[in-house]
């Protein structure tokens, strides 16, 4: 028997993603969507919505691809008609640590959140390389958490994710609070800050002369030799000498001492809340 999933926000950003695996998976789903856009946008694709209230208290899991600041007020709307014993599932731990989810003590919880396809990753097909995001055609890996429910809850949340995620590399099981400091601390608040400032830099250099096209490429080509030094994909190569000295005068000149704030339990509290 096909387990029934609901998925609420079909027609959302994210929604359209998930839509693309799920629509020919082994599950029973069901397309829930109130913009007008977003209805027109699965129109396109062939999929035609459903009213909530006619399937989501017959769902066995219900997925909210929603956006952080909404998902408090549409949980709020139906988790309450959710069978006893459902998943619900949500994409990104950001209001589950900021207690924006309405809370059921007799369904279970799974979140779960895609690494997208690594700088490093390898594809067998040119064509997949260009799958950037994830979920179509290039490997990812994904981590999921069970912030309420049985190691059923967690085999059935699971397999869900690996089908809409899809392909998946790798599945890892982490608790909400290391998925907390995963995102938005170490991915959007620093990494996505850092990456933001050599992007800027890159049209500082272009500004003073240097030909935009030569800039990029010297830049992204530095980039990636960079990574793989750091991140151990070239074992035993190092920096020269000179970038060594480059490197340590960046950290004195720029980066501030204390910058590891930013795993702080505290400051990642704050920095959940400012996104919800």
Not at 130 to 135: E, L, N, P, Y
Not at 262 to 274: C, G
Request: glycine share 6%; net charge neutral.
């Amino acid at each position: 028997m096909k387990l029934k999933v609901v998925l609420i926000g079909a027609g959302g950003k994210m929604g359209m993603r998930l839509t693309h695996n799920l629509r020919n998976s082994k599950y029973d789903v069901y397309y829930v969507e109130v913009s007008p856009i977003g209805i027109e946008k699965l129109k396109e694709k062939g999929i035609f919505v459903t009213d909530a209230e006619s399937v989501v208290s017959q769902a066995d899991a219900v997925i909210y691809a929603v956006p952080d600041v909404a998902l408090g007020k549409v949980t709020e709307i139906y988790i309450p008609k959710m069978k006893k014993g459902a998943l619900a599932v949500t994409l990104d731990p950001a209001a589950a640590l900021a207690g924006k989810l309405f809370a059921r003590t007799d369904i279970a919880y799974f979140i779960t959140h895609p690494t997208h396809p690594s700088v490093f990753n390898w594809e067998p097909v040119e064509e997949n390389m260009k799958d950037h995001f994830g979920g179509v055609a290039a490997k990812q890996s994904i981590v999921c958490s069970l912030m309420r429910g049985k190691s059923a809850d967690y085999l059935k949340g699971e397999e869900l994710a690996c089908t809409f995620y899809a392909p998946v590399l790798r599945s890892h099981n982490i608790t909400v609070e290391q998925m907390g400091l995963l995102e938005p601390a170490l991915v959007e608040t620093l990494a996505s800050t850092c990456i933001y400032v050599i992007r800027e830099g890159l049209e500082e250099v272009i500004k003073r002369g240097v030909p935009a096209e030569a800039a990029r490429d010297f830049l992204l080509g530095h980039l990636r030799i960079q990574l793989a030094v750091l991140f151990n994909e070239l074992p035993g190569a190092v920096f020269s000498d000179a970038a060594n000295k480059a490197l340590q005068r960046g950290l004195k000149e720029f980066i501030k001492e204390d910058w590891k704030k930013v795993f702080e339990p505290d400051n990642v509290k704050d920095q959940i809340a400012s996104i919800t």
